[in-house]
C-alpha cells in the first residue's frame, strides 16, 4: 500500500480527540506495535483463537445457495465463533493488550449487542471488571444479548441521549473514557474511532481474510471474484477485504444497510449517501445534514444503525478499491429467511445484509464468491417474530 | 477587524491586577435573541471574555448540562452560520473578546475558508475546538490565523511534558487548562493537581493560562484565584441557571445576578 501521514488511510482518520485523550492514544500505539512483533503475545493470542474461539471458522460451499445463484458461493463461517460472531476476533486481541498495559477497567460501546457480549465473555474469561454502554433502542430491540452480557458478569448501561442507538453509546463510552483515561481500556468493536484503533481492529479482523484466503485456495486453487460482506462500521468486512488488498482480479462489495428506502432519508447507507465529515475521532464519510449536525441512521439490523464508518473503507470507495451499495430492510428479511430455508443457517440480521446483494450481480456459472456470514441470527429472532407478528415459540 | 483582542484584554486586566472571568453559555439556548441579550448584558455584570458553545449533535466532551442545552439550541434550528450571522450583526454593540468553542464537524462542512472568513466578518476573537488536538489543527490555524483570529488550545492533566511544551508554543490569546480528566459539568471537589500543572505550563510559557472545567462556586474561583492563573471559564454552572430560567422573562436578568454573586469581591473586584 502507498505509503500515508500517520494515522490516516489517504485523508482519512486521523486523532479527532479532545486533549485529554491524546496521551493514552500515543500509548495504545506503541504499546500495540511493539506486542505486534512479540512472539509470545502472538502465540497466546492464537491459542485463544483456537481453542477457545474455535477458528479456524469453515468455509463453506453453500450448494444449494450456489445453485440458486448461478455462482459457487462460499460461506465464511464466522457466525461459528465462539458468541455467534467475528467480533470475539477483536475482543480477545485488546483484551489481552489491555491486560498488557495494566488496565483493569474495561468499557466498550455496542449496537446489536454483538461486541458487548463478545467483550464481556473476554473480560469474563480474564477476570476484569467491564461495563458497556448500549443505546435505550438496542436494548429494547436485542433483550436477549443485553441477558448475556449480564449473566457475564458485565454492567450494561442504558444510554437515552439523541437516537438511543450505536452512535449514543459511542458518545457515552468516549465520555466515561475521558474521564477515566488512567486506569480504564476503552474497547471499540468496530474500524472506528481515533489513530489507533482502525489498524488495531482490522489487524485482528484480518485473519477473517487470511484463513478465507487458504481456504480458498486449498478448495479452488485460485482467488475468488468477489467477496462480499455487510458494512455498519467496517469489521467484518475490512477482515474479509485487506489481506485481498493487493490482488486486484478480486472484487470487493460492501453492503450498507438501506432501511426503508434510501429516498426515505430513512437507512445508514454512509458510504453511499454520506459526506466527509468527522465523527468519533476519525474523519471518514459520514450521514450529516447540510449544517454539519450528525443525522440518525436507521437499520432493520442494529449492528449497521450507525451513521459513521470506518476511515479505511472511506479509503477503498476513494480509491475505488471497493464498491458500496446498500439493500433495504425487506430485502435482507428476504435473504435472511432465504439462508435459513435453502442452507439450514439462520443469518445475523446485519450478515442478511451482505446476502441479499447476491441477488443483485449477475454470475457468471463458474464465478467464486465469498461472503462473510459474520455472525447468526439468533440475537434477532425477537425483531423477526414480531415482524412476522407471532411469538417465537420457547 | 482588529487583532490581538484576547491579548490586549488581559493587558488591561492585568495592569488593574484583575483575573480574567470567563462566562460560556450555549448560543441559541433557549433562543438566538437570549442570547443576543446575553452578549450585550454580561460584560456589564462581571464578564471579561464570553465563550459562545455551537451546538452540535454529539457534544463527546460534555456533561449533560450542555448537551441539553445544545439540544435546546438545535431544536430551534440553530446553526454555526446562524450564530456567525447574528454576531456579525451585533459586531458594533458586543463589549468584550468573544470565543466561538465548535466541534469540529460543523467547521469543516462548511468548509475551513468559508468559515473563517465568516468568522472574521464576526468579528470572532478566538476560537476553540475541543475536538481538535494540535497535531490535526493545521490547515485550520493557518486560515484563521490569516483572519486574525485567535486558536487556543486545551491542556490536560494528562498531557506529558512534551505536549505541554507543544501546545504552549502553538495556543493564543490564552492556554485553556482542563482541570480535571472527564467532560464539562458541575463538581462539588477539586482536584489537587491544579497550581502543580498550571506551575508546570507557566514554567513553559508567559502566556496567560485560564483554568475551566468543572468549577462553578465563588469557593472555587477564590481557590483557583490564589494558583496563579489569570482567569477562570464557567460554563455548565451558568447554563443550569439558564435552564431552570427557561420559562421565566426575568432569564437574563437571573444569570446576571448569578454572574456577579460569582465573580463578585473574587476576582479582584467587578
Known amino acids: 500500500m502507498m505509503s500515508m501521514k500517520k494515522g490516516y488511510f489517504g485523508e482519512f482518520g486521523g486523532q479527532f480527540v479532545p486533549e485529554t485523550l491524546m496521551t493514552a492514544l500515543g500509548e495504545l500505539e506503541r504499546e500495540y506495535k511493539r506486542l505486534k512483533k512479540d512472539k509470545d503475545f502472538q502465540r497466546k493470542l492464537a491459542y485463544y483463537l483456537r481453542e477457545y474461539v474455535g477458528r479456524p471458522t469453515p468455509l463453506y460451499f453453500a450448494?444449494?445457495?450456489?445453485?440458486?445463484?448461478?455462482?459457487?458461493?462460499?460461506?465464511k463461517r464466522e457466525d461459528l465463533c465462539h458468541t455467534g460472531a467475528h467480533k470475539i476476533n477483536n475482543t480477545l486481541g485488546q483484551i489481552l493488550l489491555a491486560r498488557r498495559m495494566g488496565k483493569q477497567r474495561i468499557i466498550a460501546e455496542t449496537g446489536a449487542g454483538q461486541h458487548g457480549v463478545a467483550v464481556a465473555t473476554a473480560a469474563a474469561m480474564f477476570g476484569l471488571l467491564c461495563e458497556v454502554y448500549m443505546g435505550e433502542e438496542d436494548i429494547r430491540r436485542q433483550g436477549l444479548n443485553v441477558f448475556r452480557m449480564k449473566l457475564l458478569g458485565t454492567k450494561v448501561i442504558p444510554v437515552s441521549s439523541g437516537s438511543k442507538t450505536l452512535k449514543d453509546a459511542c458518545n457515552e463510552a468516549i465520555r466515561d473514557w475521558v474521564t477515566n483515561v488512567r486506569t480504564t481500556y476503552y474497547l471499540?468493536?468496530?474500524v472506528v474511532g481515533p489513530h489507533p484503533y482502525p489498524m488495531i481492529v482490522r489487524d485482528f479482523q484480518s485473519l477473517i481474510g487470511k484463513?478465507?484466503?487458504r481456504q480458498i485456495l486449498k478448495a479452488e486453487k485460485r482467488l475468488p471474484d468477489y467477496l462480499i460482506a455487510c458494512i455498519g462500521g467496517g469489521s467484518n468486512s475490512i477482515g474479509l477485504f485487506h489481506p485481498f488488498f493487493n490482488h486486484r482480479e478480486v472484487k470487493f462489495i460492501g453492503v450498507e444497510a438501506g432501511g426503508l428506502g434510501i429516498k426515505t432519508g430513512k437507512h445508514a447507507a454512509t458510504l453511499y449517501q454520506g459526506e466527509v465529515g468527522?465523527?468519533?475521532?476519525?474523519?471518514?464519510?459520514?450521514?450529516?445534514?447540510?449544517?454539519?449536525?450528525?443525522?440518525?441512521?436507521?437499520?432493520?439490523?442494529?449492528?449497521l444503525?450507525?451513521?459513521?464508518?470506518?476511515?479505511?473503507?472511506?479509503y477503498y470507495k476513494r480509491i475505488g478499491r471497493c464498491k458500496y451499495f446498500s439493500v433495504t430492510d425487506k430485502e435482507a428479511l428476504k435473504a435472511f429467511e432465504m439462508l435459513s430455508q435453502t442452507e439450514g443457517i439462520i443469518p445475523a440480521l446485519e450478515s442478511a445484509h451482505a446476502l441479499a446483494y447476491l441477488q443483485k450481480i449477475d454470475f457468471n456459472k463458474d464465478e467464486i464468491v465469498i461472503v462473510c456470514l459474520s455472525g447468526r441470527g439468533d440475537k434477532d429472532m425477537n425483531i423477526i417474530s414480531k415482524i412476522k407478528n407471532q411469538k417465537p415459540k420457547i | 477587524m482588529q487583532k490581538n483582542r484576547i491579548d490586549r484584554k488581559f493587558a488591561e486586566l492585568k495592569k488593574k491586577n484583575k483575573k480574567a472571568f470567563i462566562a460560556f453559555i450555549t448560543a441559541g439556548d433557549p433562543n438566538l435573541e437570549i442570547t443576543k441579550q446575553l452578549i450585550l448584558r454580561l460584560p456589564a455584570a462581571g464578564v471579561d471574555i464570553l465563550e459562545l458553545g455551537a451546538p452540535f449533535s454529539d457534544p463527546l466532551a460534555d456533561g449533560l448540562t450542555i448537551q441539553r442545552a445544545s439540544e435546546r439550541a438545535l431544536s430551534q434550528g440553530v446553526s454555526l452560520t446562524k450564530i456567525l450571522d447574528l454576531l456579525k450583526r451585533m459586531k458594533n454593540e458586543v463589549r468584550v473578546p468573544l470565543v466561538l468553542l465548535s466541534y469540529y464537524n460543523p467547521i469543516y462542512k462548511l468548509g475551513i475558508k468559508k468559515f473563517a472568513k465568516l468568522a472574521s466578518d464576526a468579528e470572532v476573537a478566538g476560537l476553540i475546538i475541543p475536538d481538535l488536538p494540535l497535531e490535526e489543527s493545521k490547515e485550520l490555524k493557518k486560515e484563521m490565523n490569516k483572519q486574525g483570529i485567535d486558536i487556543i488550545f486545551l491542556i490536560a492533566p494528562t498531557s506529558t511534558e512534551k505536549r505541554i511544551k507543544a501546545i504552549c508554543k502553538q495556543s493564543q490569546g490564552f492556554i485553556y487548562y482542563v482541570s480535571r480528566t472527564g467532560i464539562t459539568g458541575v463538581r462539588k471537589e477539586m482536584p489537587k493537581d491544579i497550581k502543580e500543572n498550571v506551575h508546570k505550563i507557566k514554567d513553559f510559557s508567559s502566556k496567560p493560562v485560564v483554568v475551566g472545567f468543572g468549577i462553578s462556586n465563588p469557593g472555587q474561583i477564590s481557590r483557583i484565584k490564589n494558583m496563579n492563573v489569570d482567569g477562570v471559564v464557567v460554563g455548565s454552572a451558568i447554563v443550569n441557571v439558564i435552564e431552570k430560567n427557561l420559562r421565566n422573562k426575568d432569564l437574563v436578568r437571573e444569570v446576571e445576578k448569578f454572574i456577579f454573586h460569582l465573580g463578585h469581591g473574587h476576582l479582584g473586584g467587578v
Open chain 1, 63 to 75: 450448494e444449494r445457495l450456489s445453485r440458486k445463484m448461478g455462482a459457487k458461493i462460499y460461506l
Open chain 1, 305 to 314: 444503525d450507525y451513521p459513521g464508518v470506518g476511515p479505511e473503507h472511506s
Open chain 1, 278 to 303: 468527522i465523527l468519533h475521532g476519525s474523519k471518514s464519510y459520514l450521514l450529516q445534514d447540510k449544517d454539519g449536525q450528525v443525522k440518525i441512521a436507521h437499520s432493520l439490523a442494529p449492528g
Open chain 1, 211 to 213: 484463513e478465507a484466503k
Open chain 1, 188 to 190: 471499540i468493536g468496530s
